[in-house]
């Protein structure tokens, strides 16, 4: 079992990462001197295709245990959703604190996050992410929130776990779709921070596709340690460090959000083209060269990504851009590729470049 500590100071934590890690719960939550009641927030897909690992595991407990169950889709990060959680929460443990558990994806983890970083001013939470996605990202870093209609995570708040633990057999439940959903974060890794990363994932796509243990666990551990290295030097995402992180996403949130949240682009698709528009993006501004472009496309076209947008207009794209978080004074930031392995933040993007682009990309 491999192990990678975020060191924050007082709000450091440890992230195992290995088969059966999720049978060290039990041993975690003793260590923590935690007594009082366990909310478990997942959803009901979840929930069933999960139940032979975690169920032997939470009866091990000796806390009050119940679950809260979310719907499958984006629409839990929601306002209402939320609401009704931290009512039944209330209920539920009245008078006692409650631990937070997030059992599931990234939309579990963030809805459960955010539930976590507000009840009572702040609970303690453990992260148990159990589809790829979230396990090489969205668990880690204390990023929490939910959607509003104009877009994603625009109410949020930085909420550090208690720990994270990345139990790979939870991957064996998933759909193929959502492997490739976590594999677009994953080359977003290689292309910010490593070109040998970037090779490693070239030459053992097909392997990592069919949950092969031991490129998938490095793969996880390379990402985790890029992300926890990251966050140690720019927590709350204020120093231009951070930010790097959300190469892909600003026309790829975009994308989301002028989708509705829909099944139509799950978060690593819409990355997955997000990444290539900033790739076209920083080529016609002479910041990218044509090869390293067309290897980032041949990568994600491998990992079984789409590289265009169907069925949404450029300007639906447009009006959700509008309200990306990354805007600072009236100005759009980009996170752009120099070469595979180094980005570069760059605002005041003409709007005509994005939408010429967006018109070459868009069906």
Aim: proline share 4%; aromatic share 6%; with cysteine.
């Amino acid at each position: 079992m491999r192990r990678v500590r975020v060191d924050l100071g007082e709000r450091g934590y440890d992230i195992l990462i290995g088969a059966g890690s999720i049978t060290m719960l039990p041993r975690l939550i003793r260590s923590m001197g935690f007594t009082g009641p366990i909310v478990v927030i997942t959803d009901k897909v979840v929930m069933s295709k999960t139940a032979r690992i975690t169920d032997p595991v939470f009866k091990r407990l000796a806390n009050d245990i119940f679950r809260i169950i979310v719907p499958s889709t984006e629409r839990s990060k929601s306002l209402k959703v939320f609401q009704k959680t931290i009512h039944r929460i209330s209920r539920k443990t009245k008078t006692h604190r409650p631990l937070i558990i997030a059992l599931g994806g990234g939309v579990v983890g963030d809805l459960a996050g955010f539930v976590a970083a507000t009840y009572r001013r702040g609970v303690p939470l453990i992260q148990i992410p159990t589809t790829l996605l979230a396990q090489v990202d969205s668990a880690i870093g204390g990023k929490v929130g939910i959607d509003i209609p104009e877009a994603k995570n625009l109410v949020g708040a930085f909420y550090q776990p208690r720990a994270v633990l990345i139990d790979t057999d939870f991957l064996q439940t998933l759909p193929r779709r959502q492997i490739r959903n976590g594999l677009a974060e994953i080359i977003k890794y290689a292309i910010i921070k490593s070109r040998n990363f970037f090779v490693f994932l070239e030459n053992n796509m097909k392997d990592i596709l069919s949950l092969k243990k031991g490129p998938l666990e490095k793969v996880i551990y390379e990402c985790v340690s890029i992300k926890a290295g990251t966050v140690e030097k720019d927590e709350l995402d204020n120093k231009d460090i951070r930010i790097a992180l959300n190469f892909g996403h600003t026309l790829g949130h975009a994308i989301e959000a002028a989708a509705g949240y829909s099944k139509l682009y799950n978060h690593g698709e819409s990355i997955a083209v997000g990444m290539i528009l900033a790739g076209e993006i920083a080529l016609r501004l002479d910041m990218l060269k044509e090869k390293d472009l067309d290897r980032i496309k041949k990568l994600i076209r491998k990992a079984a990504l789409p590289v265009r947008v169907r069925r949404i207009s450029v300007k639906d794209i447009m009006n959700s851009h509008g309200y990306d978080k990354k805007f600072i004074t009236g100005s759009n930031r980009f996170v752009l590729p120099r070469k595979i392995g180094s980005v570069e933040v760059i605002e005041d993007i003409p709007g005509l470049l994005i939408r010429t682009v967006l018109r070459e990309y868009v069906d």
